[in-house]
């Protein structure tokens, strides 16, 4: 099992910066790929936004955060972050990690075994 806690999140106004933390426990963090998936209000279906690779060696993020967003880790603290700058309102929404024992992050959801709980973004006008 491992466990995944969000943490970061907030209100921001447009063009502001946050950066959310994950921090995970249970088993060895560096044998697993994260993510970062987001779902925004009114229903929308939960998004890829970002993936790092085991080693961090590898990232990949969703066009619409290409350039603004920066994932990394450190997995002596067991930790992935998410760097977001040039916050936009449509940014808006509950960001959740993931966690996938894999090399590489898939950008489908349904493929991790591990999530957070989440953490609220919200980016005014």
């Known amino acids: 099992q491992v466990q995944l806690v969000e943490s970061g999140g907030g209100l921001v106004q447009a063009g502001g910066s946050l950066r959310l933390s994950c921090a995970a426990s249970?088993?060895?963090?560096?044998?697993?790929?994260m993510g970062w998936f987001r779902q925004a209000p009114g229903g929308k279906e939960r998004e890829f936004v970002a993936?790092?690779?085991?080693?961090?060696?590898?990232?990949y993020y969703a066009d619409s955060v290409k350039g603004r967003f920066t994932i990394s880790r450190d997995n002596a603290k067991s930790t992935v972050y998410l760097q977001m700058n040039s916050l936009k309102p449509e940014d808006t929404a509950v960001y959740y990690c993931?966690?996938?024992?894999?090399?590489?992050?898939?950008?489908?959801?349904?493929?991790?075994?591990?999530w957070g709980q989440g953490t609220q973004v919200t980016v005014s006008s």
């Open positions: 993931a966690a996938d024992e894999q090399i590489l992050p898939p950008r489908t959801g349904a493929e991790y075994d591990y």
């Open positions: 249970g088993r060895t963090f560096s044998n697993y790929a």
């Open positions: 993936g790092i690779s085991w080693r961090g060696l590898s990232t």
